[in-house]
Every structure is written in C-alpha cells, then in structure tokens.
C-alpha cells in the first residue's frame, strides 16, 4: 500500500545468466496518484524526422555557424547510439568535435501554455557524459516570458552529474499559470571539456488550478488554551487558487 508512503522507489530488477535475455528497456515511467490527476502539457519524443536546421516543430536550435552543423551542436541522433547505446529511440545530443564552431549552444522548446495550472513538473531522461573539471556552462533552464530571460535554472550538470543516464523530475517553481513557458538546454564553453550530453522524452505535466482553493493557514487568537466562556477566536485564510478573493 503506498498511500501516504514518503520516500516511494521502484526498482527493475534481473538476476541471473544474462545471455538468457535479448533485451530489457524501461522508458517513460509516471507515477500518480488517484486523488492527484495531471494534465500533460506539452509532450516530446523526438523520433521524427528532423537536423539542426530544421528542428522539430517549434523548437528552436541556436549555434554559431547556421549553414553548418555537426556533432558539437545539438542534432538528432539514431536510437542506441554510442554512449548511450542503451536507449531505443532518436534523442537530440551535443558532443565533443575535432573542428567545432564557437559556443553557445542551446535547444529551446516551444511555448508551453501553462495558464490555469500550478505545480508544472518536467521529467526528462538524461545521459550526460563530462570529460574534464575545466569551467563550462551547461545547463537546463527556463523561461516564464517567452525566452525574454532566462532567470530560472533547473538542472546545472557541471556541478550536479552523474556517470550514467538518469530520470529527471524537476519542478518549475515559478511557471504557474504563465503561458509562455519555454524551456532551454545551453552549453557554453569549450566543447571538448564533455564527451556527450543528450536527452529525451520531454514531458510537461500540471495540476489544475481552481478559481478558489481557501483554506486555513493558521490561527492568529487564541494562541492557547484559554479557559471555559465566550470568546472571538481569529483566523488567517489563503486563496491557493487563481481568482482574488473580494
């Protein structure tokens, strides 16, 4: 029963001769509660056709050299290829060139209407794969007005990576009920400081907000006990949702 139960983790596990399996792929996991519905918001897989010049619908890819491109700018690459030959489907990547253009580099998603919506959540998976200490930029941020500024970083893999590919659940504290939301992958610097960083299955999901949520914050009177009798007891109440109580 896992109502309530902090800490919740799933594990896949194979014991056992390997050579008695062809294969095993887990992708796309979500977990939600009964009482807790969301609602997708914006969705990308990347298995369809597309380059550096040419991205998917609505996205955008900036890099320094626009009638040029190759492995050091974010491009489309086939499922399973190497490093993260594990993976069975297309992922946009960026990696490391003998002849690179000059940084930055970054993919940006299109608007994602969030308006009406609170605790906007983007999962992703991630294979980010660095070579050296030397300073970079690379990071995954966002953008509440339309990709005017981008004040908010969600995930800096210079400092926060692992060695292997990851599930990513991060929050995006400050888009509630924004409706351009853009979300941006940037690496800045010296190409050859990372091997590889690639990611997948861009989901953005939230949960509705309704036009009056109120509930009690806390008790301003009495503060404690206060002995049998007539008293006017007080009370501070908080609107979560969108409309402004009058």
């Known amino acids: ?13 194979f014991y056992g001769d390997l050579n008695n399996i062809a294969n095993w792929f887990v992708d796309d996991v979500i977990v939600t ?8 918001l914006f969705y990308e897989d990347f298995d369809t056709t597309w380059s550096t010049n040419n991205p998917p619908t609505g996205w955008r890819i900036f890099h320094t050299a626009p009638g040029d491109s190759g492995r050091d700018d974010w491009h489309r690459e086939n499922a399973n290829a190497s490093p993260w030959d594990s993976h069975p489907s297309p992922f946009p990547a960026i990696a490391t060139s003998l002849t690179p253009d000059l940084p930055p580099d970054s993919m940006i998603s299109p608007a ?28 995954l941020v966002y953008s509440t007005d339309n990709g005017a500024t981008w004040p908010d970083t969600l995930h800096n893999y210079q400092i926060n990576h692992e060695t292997g590919p990851i599930w990513e659940y991060l929050h995006l504290d400050h888009a509630k009920g ?25 989901l953005v999901i939230g949960d509705s907000s309704p036009a009056y949520d109120v509930a009690c914050e806390s008790i301003a009177w009495p503060i404690d006990r206060v002995p049998p009798g007539a008293f006017q007891p007080s009370a501070v109440f908080r609107n979560g949702g969108d409309s402004t109580l009058v």
């Not at 999962?123 to 970079?136: G, N, R």
């Open 1 to 13: 029963n896992a109502m309530d139960a902090p800490g919740l983790q799933f594990a896949w596990v």
């Open 33 to 40: 509660g009964e009482h807790h519905p969301y609602t997708v």
């Open 112 to 139: 994602i209407n969030c308006t009406g919506f609170r605790n906007i959540t983007l999962t992703c998976s991630t294979l980010f794969y660095y070579f050296s200490s030397q300073p970079y930029t690379a990071q």
């Open 178 to 202: 924004k409706s351009q939301v853009r979300l941006a992958w940037v690496y800045d610097g010296d190409i050859s400081y990372i091997n590889w960083w690639s990611f997948d299955d861009v």
